[in-house]
């Protein structure tokens, strides 16, 4: 068996039965998604949207099994985020930017976690493909986060429907752009915009085929290791 990533804890890489709860880490993401569809009602929704987030991101690094210490630095960074979230919809326009900033800073925090923990399982099981899908629906958050935030400092609005402005637009962009749905409702404005749709859209549909499909394909299989010589 390989040795264990930096976040995962060697003494509790066995208990697979308890520890590996990314279904519910999944369950969660849907969730915050829901959560979006709300959002424009009040500028006091942000935060809320990213008390769930943070709340997800808990639950997938508890999943990931990292070590306790990691788990509380990340639990005093979400309460923080919700804190500025909450500071930002108070502040007005001039602080539109915290929140898209933030969303994409707590969605970074776990793909490194999840990758460890799948590396260190030597059986693929419907854990190892729902962690799977949670990286794939959190490059989703990741793209839209960054699409926000530059709509928010940039010079001019990020799609050429200067009126989608709410943070449901970006999620909703991102991820028809990442299944590669395009149905051209939106579109971005600028060059950065539209390289950054194509870079979505090829990483989706690669993930797609090389990681989940052959997850997939080989449900209940052990995997195979090279030797430490090797």
């Known amino acids: 068996m390989s040795a264990p990533g930096p976040f995962v804890a060697p003494e509790i890489l066995g208990t697979d039965v308890h520890r590996d709860r990314y279904g519910v880490g999944l369950l969660l993401i849907l969730l915050t ?3 979006l569809s709300v959002s424009s009602v009040s500028r006091w929704t942000a935060p809320i949207v990213v008390a769930v987030m943070s709340l997800t991101v808990l639950v997938l690094l508890r999943a990931s099994a990292v070590r306790p210490a990691r788990l509380r630095l990340a ?5 923080v985020a919700v804190a500025l979230s909450a500071a930002a919809a108070a502040g ?7 929140s898209p900033a933030l969303a994409a800073a707590l969605v970074l925090v776990v793909p490194v976690a999840i990758v460890n923990r799948l590396r260190s399982k030597e059986r693929v099981d419907t854990g190892m493909v729902y962690g799977a899908l949670c990286l794939y629906l959190l490059a989703g958050f990741f793209f839209a986060s960054i699409y926000s935030l530059i709509d928010r400092v ?12 709410d943070p449901v637009d970006f999620v909703y962009f991102s991820f028809i752009t990442l299944a590669t749905v395009g149905y051209g409702d939106l579109t971005a404005r600028g060059d950065l915009g539209r390289m950054l749709a194509v870079t979505e859209t090829m990483l989706g549909q690669l993930y797609l085929v090389a990681v989940v499909a ?14 430490d010589g090797g």
Not at 92 to 98: A, E, F, I, P, S
Not at 214 to 227: D, K, P
């Open 33 to 35: 998604i829901v959560s």
């Open 75 to 79: 639990a005093g960074g979400a309460v």
């Open 92 to 98: 007005g326009d001039r602080l539109d930017w915290v």
């Open 154 to 165: 940039g010079s001019e609005p990020f799609f050429v429907q200067a009126d989608a402005r």
């Open 214 to 227: 052959t997850l997939v394909a080989n449900l209940g299989e052990t995997r195979r290791r090279r030797s």
